[in-house]
């Protein structure tokens, strides 16, 4: 004889995912390559755009655009630029404005993942003008959105479902950010912390190997990491050292609520402008080129400023400008709803903070405060901590610095959960009108059993009975409050079938005309069932899939004894458990204290001689 137990086990597994898997997989590992040239010819188009409006020649070779010689027309470069992206936006797609994390979310919560065609070449090109043009943004937010559009694109192509569609734009988002960085890891954690919703199997796999595909088809496209190199920091750095760490937390998360703050605040403001959103990347450009005119070095992406601030080679002079010029003209930019990317600007301006910081915390090395503050910035700012931790110790190979940036990065993270409601990232899909929770946690209905909250007190009819015996029961039965559905059994209590109240109302009707009517007449075969041991999550399932709100509990096995009632308003007992174990405060432990030799017993306390 099996145990009935055992085969509930081998029905039951940690996992839901199907070999369907196998055949997503495939496809994000193709995108992943795909991905890896997107990245190239962005990072080229974005070289190209730089050299031909900052210093007037076709060539897609890297330049810095502190060598620049416009003098005061530098002021116009990032006007134009603007005007173009504006028009681009106005007559090709609204989609490409903004910095493109919120696009992609967006996609994948409203529109089922679904990423018009035109966006996927629409979003690079408006990018790579938007930064050659001057403006203060990173290439990972339009690779991001250009590498999930594409993504979305081929599941679309292959007739995928909502799920997939989702996993292959979140693979095609990831192996672009991991193509671009040669940041691998971090790119699966910011899919996981950002884009997925979930933690499955059959999204993870096929968004890991995507990136991992990525990052060894950068190698052969783009070259090697990592992006910037630092001398290496000591192992442990003490008590003071940690100190330091949650210092420069504090600090960085004051700087990512001030950061948000001018962004939001920037956009409010151009939206009280009685001119057409196609204006506002123009005024904005405005701004940019008047920073870039006193500061040239926060035009731009800035990998080589963020690499002299790691290396230490930077003056006091440029920190001061990066901090207040970068993150004017950045905070005004984006705000104005321009294309471009939020993480290369919070790592130069993380990475100026740390430089303050080195000024007055202990000395561990060249590079170190930059490093932890800008891995604080990417957490506090961004509300990805792991990512934050991760994505810095992968641009610099730095392994040294995991526990500093651990502390620092959670610091960050803390203070800006309490002070802000919601990150950079999520305050734009707000104010769209759709409330995002960035809390993961199980489901109570995984958990939680049949068996815990089905009812085992109810009325069953049994198969055999006379039709007077039946009548009279639900005589009785009306006085213990209506019950719906009547499970009918047999010998054994094993489950024959169900009846409705209301098949049982016709059916006590019919009996005065005919007084042969039986109930095996209205008996309805086969009924879906629930098994005691069955997760909630799957009658949840169950109900959606079939309409029902009430099933009858059943033994497994052949014999199919009846042990209760499951229904719709029990399942909400699991979430009264849930909210009782979160409110209801008790001390588990009680604490008795002893005191030798009877000292500080009260006389009361002490037994009876």
């Not at 755009?49 to 076709?58: D, S």
């Not at 009812?455 to 055999?464: E, K």
């Not at 229904?567 to 588990?588: G, I, T, W, Y």
């Amino acid at each position: 004889m099996v145990d009935p137990r055992s085969d509930a086990a081998e029905r039951l597994g940690d996992f839901t995912t199907s070999p369907r898997v196998l055949w997503v997989t495939a496809l994000a590992m193709g995108i992943g390559v795909i991905s890896a040239y997107l990245a190239k010819a962005l990072l080229m188009l974005i070289a190209f755009f730089t050299n031909v409006f900052f210093f007037q020649r076709l060539s897609a070779a890297p330049v810095s655009l502190v060598d620049n010689t416009l003098g005061p027309l530098v002021v116009v470069v990032p006007v134009i630029g603007a005007l173009v992206i504006g028009l681009m936006a106005r007559f090709g797609s609204e989609r490409i404005r903004g910095h493109g994390i919120p696009e992609a979310i967006e996609a994948i919560l409203i529109n089922g993942s679904r990423v018009e065609p035109k966006v996927a070449l629409l979003k690079p090109l408006s990018s790579a003008i938007s930064i050659g043009s001057g403006g203060p943004f990173g290439a990972e937010g339009p690779i991001i959105m250009t590498g999930g559009a594409f993504g979305s694109v081929i599941a679309q192509f292959f007739h995928l479902t909502s799920a997939e569609r989702k996993t292959l734009l979140v693979a095609g988002a990831a192996a672009g950010m991991s193509a671009t960085f040669a940041a691998p890891v971090a790119a699966v954690l910011l899919a996981v912390e950002l884009l997925l919703f979930e933690w499955k199997p059959r999204s993870l796999v096929p968004v890991a190997l995507a990136s991992a595909t990525a990052a060894a088809a950068r190698r052969y496209i783009i070259g090697m990491g990592p992006l910037f190199p630092v001398p290496a920091h000591p192992a442990f750095i003490g008590p003071l050292g940690l100190a330091g760490c949650v210092v420069a937390g504090l600090l960085a998360g004051v700087l990512s609520a001030i950061l948000t703050g001018a962004v939001y605040a920037a956009e409010d403001s151009f939206g009280h402008l009685p001119v057409h959103w196609m204006w506002w990347p123009a005024i904005g450009g405005i701004v940019i080129g008047v920073g870039g005119l006193f500061f040239p070095q926060a035009l731009g992406v800035g990998y080589d400023t963020i690499g002299n601030l790691l290396q230490g080679n930077v003056t006091g002079r440029m920190i001061l400008g990066i901090l207040i010029v970068k993150s004017i003209i950045w905070s005004v930019s984006l705000g104005s709803g321009t294309s471009g990317g939020v993480l290369a600007p919070l790592l130069m301006m993380g990475g100026a903070l740390g430089g303050i910081e080195a000024w007055m915390l202990p000395d561990l090395g060249v590079g170190f405060w930059p490093l932890v503050s800008m891995g604080a910035i990417l957490g506090g700012t961004m509300r990805s901590p792991f990512t934050g931790v991760i994505f810095s110790l992968e641009l610099t190979h730095d392994v040294n610095m995991l526990l500093p940036l651990l502390v620092a990065v959670s610091i960050a993270h803390g203070f800006t959960v309490l002070i802000l409601k919601r990150s950079i990232l999520t305050e734009k899909i707000a104010r769209r009108g759709y409330h995002l929770s960035r809390e993961y946690a199980i489901d109570p209905l995984e958990i939680l059993f049949a068996r815990e909250v089905m009812r085992a007190n109810i009325a069953a009819l049994p198969a055999n009975a006379p039709a007077e015996r039946i009548v009279e029961s639900l005589r009785f039965d009306s006085g213990r409050g209506p019950q719906r559905l009547y499970p009918v059994v047999g010998a054994g209590r094993r489950l024959e079938g169900i009846v409705t109240r209301f098949d049982l109302r016709r059916f006590t009707e019919d009996l005065h005309a005919d007084r042969t009517k039986t109930l095996e007449a209205i008996i309805r075969r086969n009924p879906t069932v629930a098994y005691p041991d069955e997760p909630l999550r799957l009658i949840v399932q169950r109900m959606a899939d079939t309409g029902l709100t009430r099933f009858p509990v059943v033994e497994r096995g052949d014999g199919r004894r009846l042990a209760g009632m499951i229904s719709l308003e029990d399942l909400l007992k699991a979430r009264v458990h849930n909210l009782e174990a979160e409110r209801r405060r008790e001390r588990v432990m009680r604490v008795q204290v002893a005191f030798p030799f009877g000292f500080g017993r009260s006389r009361e306390a002490r037994p009876p001689a």
